[in-house]
């Protein structure tokens, strides 16, 4: 009897030792696995005018975005909604096609019918992004990309004119830093052409300087920061600052608010916007 259960007690040890070997070579697979990947820094990620995918992106990586907002254009409100699909077809190297929607409704300001735009789908927008640098020792990456946008005719002039009435092309160029302690920065700058397809519309070009700061929540992927998006075009300069949080509701989904404060009002007064992130089948640690 007692042999037995000392028998017992060493096979219930040896098992122990067994299982304890196995976590630890798969903890060593886990972490070589980990190591095989190319270096990818994190960056505080900019809610409104956001990154083709991840700077440093790996290859497999992908993420869905619903985003909607409201903006206050001062004869009329206009509702603008998107839905986003970006994916990282290999090591940095990030694409995405989106089709954003906007909807225009009265405020009830006199006059403001003749002056409301056309209901429609705004555009057909597809991108690509390259990360060209990625250093450790600065906590920096750096890419390049471009947008290409088709933009459609207003719902209600379809059935008179050709479906699409212009191209947008928009090269850029990214670069971020880390600053170790918390602290993000990031700018976002190109310029912007507008190619119409018929004579009644005329080609237009702006350049865009967007600068982002943020402080992300150690060991979270919370975060509260500020953008400012800067658009010069010919005798004009526009910015709106726009304030923001991102919260993680859970590992693979997170919310974006965004609020939106033009310095000159002209055209618009206060905005806002959210957006829903969601990376399917892809963990954080």
């Given at each position: 009897m007692y042999c037995r259960k000392?028998?017992?007690i060493y096979l219930v040890l040896a098992l122990l030792c067994v299982s304890q070997i196995l976590r630890a070579q798969d903890a060593e697979t886990t972490q070589e696995k980990e190591s095989e990947k190319p270096l990818k820094i994190e960056h505080a990620e900019p809610l409104f005018i956001d990154?083709?995918?991840?700077?440093?992106?790996?290859?497999?990586?992908?993420?869905?975005?619903v985003g909607m907002g409201m903006f206050d254009r001062l004869n009329y409100d206009k509702y603008e909604a998107l839905v986003e699909y970006e994916w990282a077809a290999r090591d940095r190297l990030g694409l995405e096609i989106e089709v954003p929607v906007s909807i225009y409704t009265s405020n009830g300001l006199e006059n403001s019918?003749?002056?409301?735009?056309?209901?429609?789908?705004?555009?057909?927008?597809?991108?690509?992004?390259w990360t060209f640098l990625?250093?450790?020792?600065?906590?920096?990456?750096?890419?390049?990309?471009?947008?290409?946008?088709?933009?459609?005719?207003?719902l209600d002039s379809i059935s008179t004119s050709s479906i699409f009435e212009g191209d947008v092309v928009n090269p850029?160029?990214?670069?971020?830093?880390n600053w170790r302690n918390g602290f993000h920065s990031l700018i976002y700058t190109g310029p912007?052409?507008?190619?119409?397809?018929?004579?009644?519309?005329?080609?237009?070009?702006?350049?865009?300087?967007?600068?982002?700061?943020?402080?992300?929540?150690?060991?979270?992927?919370?975060?509260?920061?500020?953008?400012?998006?800067k658009t010069l075009s010919e005798n004009d300069f526009?910015?709106?600052?726009?304030?923001q949080m991102r919260v993680s509701i859970s590992d693979n989904l997170l919310v974006g608010i965004v609020g939106g404060i033009p310095i000159n009002r002209q055209s618009e007064r206060l905005s806002s916007f959210i957006r829903l992130i969601y990376e399917p089948g892809h963990r954080h640690r």
């Open positions: 000392t028998i017992s990154l083709i995918r991840d700077l440093g992106a790996r290859k497999g990586e992908r993420e869905w975005n019918n003749g002056m409301r735009p056309s209901n429609r789908v705004e555009s057909i927008k597809t991108a690509v992004q990625v250093s450790e020792k600065m906590n920096t990456s750096m890419a390049i990309g471009g947008i290409n946008e088709f933009v459609f005719t207003p850029f160029l990214i670069a971020a830093t912007k052409w507008f190619i119409p397809f018929n004579n009644e519309l005329e080609s237009e070009f702006e350049y865009e300087i967007n600068t982002n700061f943020h402080y992300m929540i150690p060991n979270t992927r919370n975060f509260i920061g500020v953008e400012f998006n526009d910015m709106t600052i726009r304030p």
